[in-house]
């Protein structure tokens, strides 16, 4: 199993970021997946998950109404746009799959801040 995040950096509060997490080594159509984030001194937190076909979405009530999960079973990516983007969301993104144990990748650096 590997995961591979890309599209974090540095943007201004209120701007927009697209994650992508692109999947490999099992069958991506069949599993949900996962956005989690850490902040520097805080636990792991999740942000937002999303069912094999996409119809079911969750999100942690700190980013209702901001961000969107959602996939593309035929790229095996999982992505997750953020938008209005406050300082508070600066923190490591990672995607996650859970397959008997839970898989991670390298995750990705959000930084919000003026």
């Known amino acids: 199993v590997q995961l591979a995040e890309s599209g974090g950096g540095l943007v201004q509060p209120g701007g927009s970021l697209r994650l992508s997490c692109k999947a490999s080594?099992?069958?991506?159509?069949?599993?949900?997946m996962r956005w989690y984030r850490q902040a520097p001194g805080k636990e792991r937190e999740l942000v937002a998950a999303?069912?094999?076909?996409?119809?079911?979405?969750n999100y942690a009530d700190y980013v209702k109404g901001r961000f969107t999960i959602s996939r593309d079973n035929a790229k095996n990516t999982v992505y997750l746009q953020m938008d209005r983007l406050k300082p508070e969301d600066t923190a490591v993104y990672y995607c996650s799959v859970l397959i008997n144990q839970h898989f991670w990748g390298q995750g990705t650096q959000v930084t919000v801040s003026s």
């Open positions: 999303i069912s094999t076909s996409g119809g079911i979405r």
């Open positions: 080594g099992f069958t991506f159509s069949t599993y949900g």
